[in-house]
C-alpha cells in the first residue's frame, strides 16, 4: 500500500493501482519462473511503484542488470528485458540472446518497452536476427509516476535537452499519452491552459488524441477542473536560484533520487556509549522522503530557517509523551501507554533523523562561501548589477569552485538581464574555458541553445518589467509565517507559481504585456463535457488544477504550489505533474557535454 | 446526382416514380439509382421517407431482373432479420413487397433455424461484413445493399451502442462502397465520409486498406485523410509507397517512434538526395535524424549539417571529433582547424579564437610534456600554468600567462593557490611583495590558515585592506585587536561579528569592551 498517495485531493493511489494491475497482467501472461533484465535506469521508478514482493509472487525469481555478452545464469523459463526502446539497448539485447541460444535448454525471451513499444527498435532487433526469438513484446505505459498525494513525474531526465536543444519531441508525446491515461482514470479535463512551445504542442497532441478515441466516451465525472501546462524555457530563472526549502535544500545538497537521499552515514551512527567511535558505518544511509513520514510531511515546504523551531517543539512534545509512562499507574494506563509506544518511537526516530539532516545542512547554509553567494543571487535576481563582471564569480573561477556552481550563477546573471553585454559574456566564457578547460565549449554552446546564456539582444533588458509585473523580488518576505511564495527563495518568488497564482486569480488577462515578453504562445482550449457531468461547485469548495511543468520542475517551485493550496482564501489546490523533479545542478549536469 | 433526383420525387405519387423508374432503366443506370435510393434510406431518419425510399429502390429492382447474385441468393441472405422485422414497430414497417419477399424466404424452417443460431451481432456482421478475399464477396452484391438501412434500422430498434452496431454497418457499407467502380474516387469518399462522418468506432484505414485491396490507390489515400489515429494511417500509406505523404502525417501525429519509422523507409526509398531534400522541408523530422545520426551515422550528421551550411554545428562537429577518435597531436590539431574554420564561416569569432588557443595549448603542451616530462596534455590552460609552478618552472608559467592572456586577478590565485600547496613560503611573500596584489590579501590570510600557518597568515593580516582587516584579524586568532578595529571603525556587524568570537574565558574583557563601545555609540 502506498497511503500517502491517497491524502491529497486527488487520489493517486488509483492511478498507481492501475500501473500495478497492469504490470501484474503482463507478468502472468508470461508462464511460469521469470528472470527480469533491466535497463537499470528504470529501477529507481518502477521502485516508487512496485517492490520486489510483488514481482516475487508473480514468480520472479531473479533480477539482472542489463549488459553485454551473456546473461548470468538462472534457471528460470522466462527472460523479460524491461527497457526503454532505445537502439542502443536493442544492440546488447540482442546480444545477450544470441548468445544464450548457443548453450543449454530453450528459454522464452519477452520485452517490455518502457514506456512504449517503438516500431524503430523493433526494426533493429529484426535486423540483428533476434526479432522472432521473443514471445512477448508489449510496451509498458509507465508514463507518470506518483510520487506522492499531489506530485507525478515521468522521470526523464533528458527530457529538457531533447525539447530545448535537439527538437526531439518524444517525451512530449509521452506527456500527452500520460496526460490521456490520467483523463481516462480521472475524467476529462474541461480546461487547458498553456504557455510555451511545448505546452502548445502537448496541447494539440491531448486535442488529438481524444479524437482518436471518440466512440469511449469518458463517463467520469471530472476530478481536476483544468490542466496548466508551462514550459520549463518560460521561466529559466527559478531552477539556477538555489532553493531554500528544507527539501529543496536537501536536493540541492545531497540530491534525492526517485524520492530516496543518500547522507554521510556519520551523523547517524547508533549512539552507544564506551565504543569510542570505532565501528563507524561507511555506507551512505539511504532514507525516502515523503508526505508518508508525518513530521517530513509538516517540515519539508518550509524555509529552512523555520526548521529548527520546529523540530526543538516537537523534541519537547516527544520526550514529554515518554516521560507520560512515570505517570501511568494503573495496569490500564500502562497498557494504553505501551499500545502508543510503537507510534512513539517511530516519531522519535523520525525526529532523530530530520535533526541529523538539518545539522548537515546547517553545517552548510552557515558557511561563508554559502553564504557569499546567496548574496550574489539576491542581488542579481532583485535587479542589482546584473549588467557587468561579478567579483564574487570571478573569484569562484579563479579558485576553480565546481564548474556547475560557476555556470548556473552566470547563466542566472545572464536570465536576469535579458542577456549579458557581449564584453561581459565574452569575458566570461574565456575564463571558463581557460580555468576548465576548452572542450567545455561545447557545454557553452548547449547553454547559448537553451538560451540560459546568451547576449542581450539590442540592449534592451526586459527583466525588470516582469519582476515589477509579476512581483518576483518581494523585501518584506516572512520566513517563519510565510504570506506569499516568496518565502521558498527567501525573498525571491518563483516565476512559474506566480504565474499559475495569477492564472486563477484574477487571470492571464491582467499580465498580456509580460506573457508577450516570455517566450512561446499562450493559450487557452476547452473540451467539452456531456451534460451529465458538468461540474456544479459547492460554494467555497477549491478548484483542483493539474500543473504539468515540461522540463522539470524543482521541489521549491513545487513547495510554493502547496503553500498556495493551504491558503484559506486560496480557491485553488495543485496537482503537480512533471518530466522531471530536478534542481539548478542536475539540469545544468544534464546539458553538459564532455567529449571525454 | 441521383440521390437529390430521388430525394425530390420520392414522397410523392407511386404512379410518377414509376414513370421515372422506367426513364432511369432505359439510360441503364437502375442499379445505380436503386442503391443510391437505398443508401438515402439508411440516411433518413423519418419513417416514412425511408419507407417511400425503400420501396423505389426495392420496385427499381424487381422491374428490372437483377443481376449478380440473382434472386436467390438475395432471398437466402434476407431470410434472417424475418422475426426482427416482425417486430419492429409498424411506423418503421417496410412495405407490404418486402414484407412479402422475406416472408416467402424466411418462413422456410431452415431460415427459422437460423435466425435462432445467430446472436444478433453475427447477424449484423452477416449482413454487413464484406468478406476478406480477391473476388466480390457475395455480400457485397448490389442486392445486398438493401439490407445496410435494414441493419441499422434493427440496431436502433435493440438500442445497441454505435460502437457494436451501427458503426459496424457503416463500416460494413463503406467497404462495399469503394467496391463501386464505376463511382469516382472523389465521390466514394466523399459520400463515405458524409455518412460515417465521426461515428465512433468506424476505421477509415479499414475502409481504406480494402480500397487499396481494391487497386484504388488514390481513394485509399482520400479516406485515409479522414482516419484520426496516426498508427493508422501511416503504415498503410507506406506499403501503399506513399512514404511523403505518411512521413507528414506522423509528424502531425507527434509520435516520434513512427516519425523514424518513416524515415528509415524514406531513406531506403530515395537517393541520398532526394531525402535529404525531404528532410529540409520538414525541421521536426529533420531534427529527429540528427538525433538518429549522432548516435547511428556520424559521417551523415556531417553531410546534413554541410547541407544546411550550419556552420555552427559543424564546429561543434569537428570539435567532438578532435576528441574521439585520433590519438595523435598532429590529427587532433587538425580537426581542431577545421572546426575553427566553421566557426569563422559561422561569425562566431569568440569559438573560432578560443578553438585557436586550444590549438596553440595542445602543440605547447606536447612540448611540454618531451621538454620536462610529466603530463600536460589535457591539462586546462588554467592547470598547465599550476602543473608548471608546481614543477618550479615559474617562468614558465609566467610566459605561458602572458601567452594567453590569463588576467592578472585570476593569475594572482592561481600562483597563491600552487604556490601554498608547496608550502613554499618564501616564494610566496616574495610574491606578495611584487607588486600591489589586485585580490587584496586577505586570500593570503585565508590561504596560510589553510595551511595551518599562522605565522605566515599574521604577516598578511597586517597587509589587508581596512574593509576586510576585522575578518583577518578574526581568522589569525587575534580577538583583541580585531575589537580595536571594529570599535575604531563603529562598525555594528563588525562589532557583532567579533563578539561572536569571544569565547567566554580568555576573551572576557575584550567581550566588556565591545559592549562599553556600543553603549557608548548608543548614547551618541
Redesign the interface.
Known amino acids: 500500500m502506498a497511503a500517502h498517495l491517497s491524502y491529497g485531493r486527488v487520489n493517486l493511489n488509483v492511478l498507481r493501482e492501475a500501473v500495478r494491475r497492469e504490470l501484474r497482467e503482463f507478468l502472468d501472461k508470461c508462464a511460469g519462473s521469470k528472470a527480469i533484465v533491466w535497463d537499470e535506469y528504470l529501477t529507481g521508478p518502477f521502485g516508487l511503484i512496485a517492490q520486489y514482493s510483488l514481482l516475487k509472487e508473480h514468480e520472479v525469481e531473479k533480477m539482472f542488470t542489463l549488459k553485454g555478452n551473456r546473461l548470468p545464469a538462472a534457471d528460470v523459463k522466462n527472460i523479460i528485458f524491461f527497457v526503454r526502446?532505445r537502439?542502443?539497448l536493442m544492440d546488447i539485447i540482442a546480444e545477450n540472446v544470441l548468445s544464450e541460444d548457443r548453450r543449454g535448454p530453450a528459454r522464452d525471451f519477452h520485452i517490455l518497452f518502457v514506456p512504449?513499444?517503438?516500431?524503430?527498435c523493433e526494426?533493429r532487433l529484426k535486423d540483428l536476427g533476434v526479432l522472432g526469438s521473443f514471445i512477448h513484446r508489449e510496451e509498458y505505459s509507465l508514463d507518470l509516476i506518483p510520487f506522492d498525494g499531489d506530485l507525478l513525474s515521468m522521470e526523464s531526465e533528458s527530457a529538457f535537452k531533447?525539447c530545448y536543444l535537439?527538437?526531439?519531441?518524444?517525451s512530449?508525446?509521452h506527456a500527452?499519452k500520460g496526460l490521456m491515461t490520467l483523463q481516462a482514470l480521472y475524467g476529462t479535463i474541461p480546461q487547458i491552459f498553456g504557455k510555451g512551445e511545448c505546452a502548445r504542442?502537448v496541447a494539440?497532441?491531448m486535442i488529438?488524441m481524444k479524437?482518436?478515441f471518440?466512440?469511449?466516451?469518458n463517463s467520469i465525472f471530472p476530478v481536476f477542473d483544468n490542466l496548466l501546462l508551462l514550459d520549463r524555457n518560460v521561466d529559466l530563472l527559478t531552477p539556477l536560484a538555489t532553493q531554500l526549502t528544507y527539501e529543496g535544500l536537501i536536493d540541492e545538497i545531497y540530491g534525492i533520487q526517485n524520492s530516496y537521499v543518500k547522507l554521510p552515514p556519520e551523523k547517524f551512527a547508533p549512539k552507544k556509549q564506551g565504543d569510542g567511535g570505532k565501528d563507524l558505518p561507511t555506507e551512505a544511509k539511504k532514507l525516502q522522503l515523503n508526505s508518508a513520514e508525518e513530521l517530513y510531511a509538516e517540515i519539508r515546504d518550509k524555509n529552512f530557517n523555520a526548521v529548527g523551531s520546529v523540530l526543538s517543539k516537537k523534541a519537547k512534545v516527544i520526550s514529554a509523551a515518554f516521560e507520560e509512562r512515570h505517570n501511568a499507574k494503573t495496569v490500564g494506563e500502562i497498557k494504553q501507554f505501551v499500545s502508543q509506544l510503537p507510534h512513539m518511537q517511530a516519531a522519535r526516530g523520525s525526529l532523530a533523523n530530520h535533526t541529523s539532516i538539518a545539522e548537515l545542512i546547517k553545517d552548510v547554509t552557515t558557511s561563508e562561501d554559502f553564504f557569499d553567494k546567496l548574496t550574489v543571487e539576491q542581488e542579481f535576481m532583485s535587479g542589482i548589477d546584473t549588467d557587468k563582471v561579478n567579483n564574487y564569480i570571478?573569484?569562484c573561477?579563479?579558485?576553480?569552485h565546481p564548474l556547475i556552481k560557476v555556470l548556473r550563477l552566470v547563466c542566472l546573471q545572464s536570465v536576469c538581464n535579458s542577456g549579458l553585454k557581449q564584453k561581459v559574456l565574452?569575458y566570461y566564457?574565456?575564463?571558463i574555458?581557460?580555468?576548465?578547460?576548452?572542450?567545455h565549449?561545447?557545454t557553452l554552446?548547449n547553454l547559448e541553445k537553451a538560451g540560459l546564456l546568451k547576449p542581450q539582444p539590442g540592449g534592451r533588458n526586459n527583466y525588470p518589467t516582469i519582476r515589477k509585473t509579476l512581483r518576483l523580488w518581494m523585501d518584506d518576505v516572512n520566513e517563519q509565517n510565510p504570506t506569499d511564495i516568496s518565502y521558498v527563495y527567501s525573498g525571491y518568488a518563483p516565476l512559474s507559481v506566480r504565474l499559475a497564482q495569477l492564472l486563477s486569480r484574477p487571470g492571464w488577462r491582467s499580465i498580456e504585456e509580460v506573457l508577450r515578453i516570455l517566450p512561446g504562445p499562450h493559450f487557452e482550449e476547452r473540451q467539452p463535457l456531456p451534460t451529465g457531468l458538468q461540474k456544479k461547485r459547492q460554494p467555497g469548495e477549491n478548484r483542483v488544477t493539474l500543473i504539468f511543468f515540461l522540463g522539470g520542475v524543482t521541489f521549491a517551485e513545487i513547495a510554493a504550489l502547496r503553500f498556495l493550496s493551504q491558503l484559506e482564501d486560496g480557491g485553488t489546490e495543485y496537482v503537480i505533474a512533471t518530466t522531471k523533479l530536478m534542481n539548478g545542478t542536475s539540469w545544468i549536469e544534464a546539458l553538459m557535454e564532455r567529449?571525454? | 446526382m441521383w440521390e437529390t433526383w430521388l430525394w425530390a420525387w420520392c414522397p410523392k405519387e407511386s404512379q410518377k416514380a414509376d414513370e421515372y423508374l422506367r426513364e432511369i432503366q432505359e439510360l441503364g443506370q437502375l442499379t445505380q439509382a436503386v442503391q443510391q435510393c437505398i443508401e438515402a434510406a439508411g440516411h433518413e431518419h423519418q419513417p416514412d421517407m425511408q419507407k417511400s425510399l425503400l420501396r423505389v429502390g426495392l420496385e427499381g429492382r424487381a422491374g428490372q431482373g437483377w443481376e449478380g447474385g440473382g434472386m436467390d441468393s438475395w432471398g437466402s441472405s434476407l431470410c434472417c432479420p424475418l422475426a426482427l422485422l416482425r417486430r419492429l414497430p409498424l411506423e418503421t414497417s417496410i412495405p407490404m413487397r418486402v414484407r412479402r419477399v422475406l416472408t416467402a424466404r424466411g418462413d422456410g424452417e431452415q431460415g427459422k433455424y437460423r435466425y435462432k443460431q445467430l446472436t444478433i451481432q453475427v447477424l449484423l456482421d452477416r449482413y454487413g461484413k464484406p468478406r476478406a478475399g480477391a473476388t466480390l464477396p457475395p455480400l457485397s452484391t448490389p442486392s445486398h445493399s438493401l439490407l445496410y438501412p435494414l441493419a441499422i434500422q434493427i440496431c436502433e430498434y435493440l438500442r445497441l451502442p454505435?460502437?457494436q452496431g451501427v458503426?459496424r454497418i457503416l463500416a460494413h457499407w463503406a467497404c462495399y462502397k469503394v467496391q463501386q467502380k464505376d463511382v469516382s474516387d472523389e465521390d466514394v469518399a466523399r459520400a463515405i465520409n458524409q455518412k460515417l462522418g465521426?461515428t465512433?468506432?468506424v476505421s477509415y484505414s479499414d475502409i481504406a486498406a480494402r480500397a487499396y485491396g481494391c487497386g484504388r490507390t488514390e481513394l485509399a489515400i482520400k479516406l485515409l485523410e479522414y482516419e484520426?489515429?496516426s498508427g493508422e494511417q501511416v503504415p498503410l500509406l507506406l506499403k501503399m509507397k506513399r512514404s511523403k505523404l505518411a512521413l507528414s502525417k506522423a509528424i502531425?501525429?507527434?509520435?516520434?517512434?513512427?516519425v523514424?519509422?518513416v524515415l528509415?523507409h524514406l531513406k531506403n526509398e530515395l537517393n541520398r538526395g532526394d531525402f535529404f531534400m525531404t528532410l529540409r522541408n520538414q525541421?521536426?523530422a529533420?531534427?529527429?535524424y540528427?538525433?538518429f545520426c549522432k548516435?547511428?551515422e556520424l559521417e551523415t550528421l556531417k553531410d546534413l549539417y554541410n547541407q544546411d551550411d550550419n556552420h555552427?554545428e559543424l564546429g561543434?562537429f569537428h570539435?567532438?571529433a578532435?576528441?574521439?577518435a585520433e590519438e595523435r597531436i598532429e590529427g587532433r590539431v587538425a580537426a581542431l582547424q577545421t572546426a575553427a574554420d566553421a566557426f569563422y564561416k559561422a561569425k562566431n569569432e569568440?569559438?573560432a579564437k578560443?578553438?585557436e588557443?586550444?590549438m596553440r595549448?595542445l602543440r605547447l603542451q606536447r612540448r611540454l610534456e618531451d621538454e620536462l616530462g610529466g603530463q600536460f596534455l589535457?591539462?586546462?590552460?588554467?592547470?598547465t600554468a599550476t602543473t608548471l609552478i608546481l614543477g618550479g618552472h615559474n617562468k614558465r608559467a609566467e610566459q605561458l600567462a602572458r601567452d594567453?592572456r590569463?588576467?592578472d586577478?585570476?593569475l594572482?590565485?592561481?600562483k597563491l593557490?600552487a604556490l601554498a600547496d608547496l608550502e613554499d613560503w618564501e616564494e610566496l611573500e616574495k610574491f606578495s611583495k611584487s607588486k600591489k596584489s589586485p585580490?587584496g590579501y586577505l586570500p593570503f590570510v585565508e590561504i596560510c590558515m589553510k595551511q595551518h600557518n599562522k605565522y605566515e597568515a599574521k604577516k598578511y593580516a597586517s597587509r589587508v585592506g581596512p574593509e576586510q582587516k576585522v575578518k583577518a584579524l578574526l581568522l589569525v586568532g587575534d580577538v583583541a585587536q580585531a575589537a580595536d578595529v571594529a570599535i575604531e571603525h563603529r562598525n555594528e556587524a563588525e562589532l557583532s561579528l567579533v563578539l561572536s568570537h569571544c569565547t567566554g574565558a580568555t576573551d572576557g574583557a575584550t567581550a566588556d569592551k565591545i559592549q562599553r563601545a556600543r553603549a557608548q555609540a548608543q548614547k551618541k
Open positions: 526502446p537502439l542502443e512504449r513499444r517503438s516500431l524503430l526494426q531533447e535537439e527538437g526531439d519531441q518524444t512530449l508525446y500527452a504542442q494539440n497532441m488529438r479524437r482518436e471518440t466512440g469511449s466516451q570571478e573569484d573561477i579563479a579558485q576553480k565574452d566564457k574565456r575564463e574555458l581557460q580555468t576548465y578547460g576548452y572542450e565549449i561545447l554552446h567529449p571525454f | 454505435e460502437v458503426s465521426d465512433p468506432g484520426p489515429r502531425e501525429s507527434g509520435d516520434t517512434d513512427l523514424f519509422t528509415l525541421p521536426m529533420l531534427s529527429l540528427r538525433q548516435h547511428q555552427q561543434s570539435i567532438r578532435s576528441y574521439a569568440f569559438a578560443a578553438t588557443d586550444q595549448l589535457d591539462l586546462s590552460l588554467h592547470d594567453f590569463i588576467p586577478k585570476r594572482w590565485w592561481l593557490t585580490i
